[in-house]
């Protein structure tokens, strides 16, 4: 089971990038998607840093910060940092950062998604794929009353104007 944090970014034109972990509280690995395609995966172990080196194309790229084998620390924070070699970013670097949280969860899980602009549709999805539960919301922090799940693992997928993410949670 693993739990992820995406970062979206757009590069404007080709050229080297350099993606940073640092100040890890656990075991935390780090990968990076031109789409849907994974193109590059920094897994040291333990706490030592991550870092991918990687010569990009102009497009729209996604950073995915996960736990080793379901390793997370849900009261400290790690530092994510994209550097530009020679390549140019569009307007902003990082643009949205989607997340869900406690996770586990006992009652209610808070939905993160900061500067919405617009409505955003977001679903939970049992491990077998029937959606459980489907809300609305143009708020930035929306909280979902998940006590009377059953115990188990979740798919959140939240859907708004910019983008589609899906996030593991686990129902205590």
Same mark, same amino acid.
């Given at each position: ?77 790690? +530092?994510?940092? !994209? ?7 569009? @307007?902003?670097? &990082?643009?949205? *950062? /989607? ?50 799940? +059953?115990?188990? !693992? ?7 104007? @910019?983008?589609? &993410?899906?996030? *593991? /949670?686990?129902?205590?």
């Amino acid at each position: 089971m693993q739990i992820a944090d995406y970062y979206i970014f757009v590069i404007s034109s080709s050229g080297t990038i350099t993606l940073t972990l640092t100040n890890l509280p656990a075991d935390y690995d780090l990968r990076l998607y031109k789409g849907s395609k994974s193109v590059k995966t920094s897994q040291n172990g333990g706490t030592t840093s991550e870092t991918i080196s990687y010569t990009a194309a102009a497009g729209t790229y996604y950073a995915r910060v996960y736990g080793y084998s379901g390793a997370m620390n849900a009261t400290n924070c790690y +530092t994510l940092k !994209v550097q530009l070699g020679t390549a140019s970013k569009g @307007e902003e670097l &990082i643009t949205q *950062k /989607i997340s869900v949280f406690p996770n586990p969860v006992k009652d209610v899980v808070t939905v993160k998604i900061p500067d919405l602009q617009s409505n955003a549709n977001i679903k939970v999805f049992d491990m077998y794929g029937r959606m459980v539960m489907q809300q609305n919301s143009s708020q930035q922090l929306t909280q979902l009353n998940v006590s009377k799940l +059953t115990s188990g !693992v979740y798919i959140v997928r939240v859907k708004n104007a @910019e983008q589609e &993410i899906a996030i *593991k /949670i686990i129902k205590q």
